[in-house]
Nanobody, 126 residues
């Protein structure tokens, strides 16, 4: 399974941006879906997760209230709506997924995800 992330770009602080993620050859119907990001010189960090079972969403504290993860009703794509962007949100954003859900306590761990997209760059200027 290959994931394809898109929608990154250059925006100003305070702007909004929506990232998309599609899966090649199948619907986006994974047990667990998530977004991670990696800023220059930093490790990859968890951003948000969506649990298919109950529609549960889970966010990193630094994006809570500003970002929203979702999936379209046709289950073709996953999205990350990013509002009130800050310069510290600048990073390469990766979408990720796995077939079977895991407990919430494990959802922020990159090692739990099987499939990864190639990343899309988001640059937020001041």
């Amino acid at each position: 399974v290959q994931l394809q992330a898109s929608g990154g770009g250059l925006v100003q602080a305070g702007d909004s941006l929506r990232l998309s993620c599609a899966a090649s050859g199948r619907t986006f119907n994974f047990g667990l879906m998530g977004w991670f990001r990696q800023a220059p010189g930093k490790e990859r960090e968890f951003v948000a997760a969506l649990d298919r079972g109950g529609g549960h969403t889970f966010y990193a504290d630094v994006v809570k209230g500003r970002f929203a993860i979702s999936r379209d009703n046709a289950k073709t794509k996953m999205y990350l709506q990013m509002n009130s962007l800050k310069t510290e949100d600048t990073a390469v954003y990766f979408c990720a997924a796995r077939e079977v859900r895991v407990p919430v306590s494990a959802q922020r761990s990159a090692s739990q995800y099987t499939y990864w997209g190639q990343g899309t760059l988001v640059t937020v200027s001041s």
